[in-house]
């Protein structure tokens, strides 16, 4: 990955801390985190070597998510008073930026998400509905803000499906276990949530749920491989695996 600088100022009104801390939200098993200082009155300005990603700010108490790249300069408000709701953002990346600010607090006001957690007293078709919907949602939201750079509404895209397949893994994982019908079974034709996915993708390590789908997609082929069977070294036998799966070297080595 290239670094290179990003130039971060602005003003938090009324501050949880004296700093806040910026970190990368990747696929990254071993993610930066940066400290930036506020001065007495909650301004802010720094000169940052980072590389092109999704980060999360955090002041102590709340938390946005960020998208930052070299050559970024912006200037950055908020109030940790009406802290979602108060962010604004100007100058180079203010964009995305904006977008992202706006999608956390429609994600907020999306009863589906609530909604979709519970796994334990929804029938299979139900949940599926629920999937679908939240999927909707996503992209009508997501074509709202035709304005943003192309390439990252291809990844925010990626998310939108990835977010979608991971739902379904989630109920397949989870609903028998957590339902409170005693017969509850996953039918034969639940949806393949791997079907035609590139595993193989690497642009798709900047999304932070990346790497969990991948390490799930690897854990499940192991297990379909021995079928039962005992398996006396899992780390070796998931390598041997990944090898036979991921031909992308990045992907494979994380």
């Known amino acids: 990955d290239s670094y290179g600088q ?17 970190y990368e939200n990747n696929s990254d098993p071993d993610p930066k985190i940066h400290t930036i200082s506020l001065m007495e009155d909650g301004t802010f300005i720094d000169t940052l070597t980072l590389k092109k990603s999704y980060y999360i700010l955090h002041d102590s108490k709340e938390v946005t ?5 070299p050559s970024y300069n912006l200037n950055l408000t908020l109030d940790t008073k009406e802290f979602d709701e108060s962010i604004v953002y100007k100058g180079k990346g203010e964009e995305i930026n904006n977008y992202l600010a706006a ?15 519970d796994k334990s007293n929804k029938s299979e078709n139900e949940y599926l509905v629920l999937a679908d919907s939240l999927k ?24 939108i499906d990835i977010e ?11 609903a028998p276990r957590q339902s409170k019908n005693p017969d509850f079974k996953i039918s034969d034709d639940f949806p393949d949530y791997y079907c035609e996915f590139d595993f193989n993708d690497e642009t798709l390590l ?13 854990f499940e082929k ?18 041997i695996v990944t090898d036979e799966l991921i031909e992308n070297q990045r992907i494979k080595e994380l």
Not at 6 to 20: A, H, Q, R, T, W
Not at 222 to 239: D, F, R, S, T
Request: charged content about 30%.
């Open 65 to 69: 998510s960020m998208y930052l790249e």
């Open 136 to 159: 909707t949602e996503n992209i009508k939201f997501w074509n709202q803000h035709s304005g943003i750079p192309e390439d990252f509404r291809d990844l925010e895209l990626a998310d």
């Open 222 to 239: 192991c297990e379909e491989k021995h079928k039962g069977k005992p398996v006396y070294n899992w780390l070796m036998e998931l390598l």
């Open 103 to 117: 999608k956390y607090i429609f994600e907020e006001n999306l009863g589906l998400i609530h909604e979709i957690r």
């Open 164 to 174: 979608y397949r991971t739902k379904l893994l989630e109920f397949k994982l989870f």
């Open 6 to 22: 990003v130039i971060l100022k602005g003003k938090i009104e009324n501050p949880n801390s004296d700093s806040f801390q910026l």
């Open 206 to 218: 900047e999304l932070p749920r990346f790497l969990t789908f991948a390490e799930r997609y690897i």
